[in-house]
């Protein structure tokens, strides 16, 4: 049965978008999302992948936030999975969304790169990818069992340059520094709920997003303890609501070590944007092509 959207997180959209947005944003949790995928560039190409697409019947389209990114018209993730490409690490299942942090970020070739929260490893194997497997990548990820699965996910797209620990963030020892950092923060996902997910009432809680927000912050002001001066950084997550967001932004804002970095939008396409209240940050909203999510680049003064 399908789940409605529960009365808390109703009222604090309308109270951050407005009525009309409001409309827009639950219409977009209605849509089926199509599955898209990227290509991994460290063991294929887009040739390769169209052509097994081609002959499998997969009808696709490429989208354009980046040139390995395609969505599926007529085809599901359990259906992918069964493809020798996904198995041999060919491509990795991942919203459109969740591809833009570290196109935003812009990994580069010799530099130390952190991925503070990094399993199961999407966003951590298109760095390496987009690096050519030539950056300095350390991977942290607290849980032990999702340290595990990004550790898998390492060996299997083939991102040599990886280095993984499993450690708390939060307890990084501030010794350490770095060029570039992505925090993909943990969220309450408020821009990926699935309808169909009958434990949806249980685990959405208004808890659950004051958890995200004190852990989002600690993790913020980490990073940006641990970012070189002059490099740059990005925040992103799930989430549709302000308090995970520019909220956690502006509280960083306040210490005077980073300011925004303006996002370019102009390369990225047709995006689902919704309105934020710290110029130059992205939010998208979900509709069938991406998830809810939000993305803030930083520099540290
Ligand atoms: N970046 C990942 C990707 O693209 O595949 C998704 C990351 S998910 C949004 C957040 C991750 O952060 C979870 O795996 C969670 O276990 C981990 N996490 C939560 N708190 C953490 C902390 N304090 N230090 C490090 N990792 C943490």
Known sequence: MKQQLPDFFIKRLEQQYGKE???TIVAGFEKKRY??????????NNQ??????????IEFEKANISDNAYILKNANEIQIQDLEIFNQGKIYLQSLSSMLPPIVLGPK?????LDMAAAPGGKTTQMAAISNNKAHITACERNPIRAEKLKYNLEKQGASCVFCMVKDARDIDNFFSFDQILLDAPCSGSGTLD???????????????DKSVKTQKQLLNKAINILKKDSEMVYSTCSILQEENEEVIRN??????????????????????????????????????FEGFFVAKLKKK
């Not at 070739?109 to 790169?113: A, F, H, S």
């Not at 925004?260 to 110029?279: A, R, Y």
């Open 21 to 23: 947005l409001l409309e």
């Open 35 to 44: 599955t898209t995928l990227r290509v991994n560039t460290l063991k294929s």
């Open 48 to 57: 390769e992948i169209e052509e097994v697409l081609k002959d499998n019947n």
């Open 109 to 113: 070739e010799n530099l130390d790169i």
């Open 195 to 209: 309808l169909e997910n009958e434990k949806l009432g249980k685990y959405f809680t208004e808890g659950l997003i």
């Open 252 to 289: 960083a804002l306040k210490t005077g070590k980073v300011e925004v970095v303006p996002i370019d939008v102009t390369e990225l396409g047709d995006l689902p944007i919704l309105p934020t209240t710290i110029e130059g940050t992205l939010c998208l909203m979900p509709n069938e092509y």
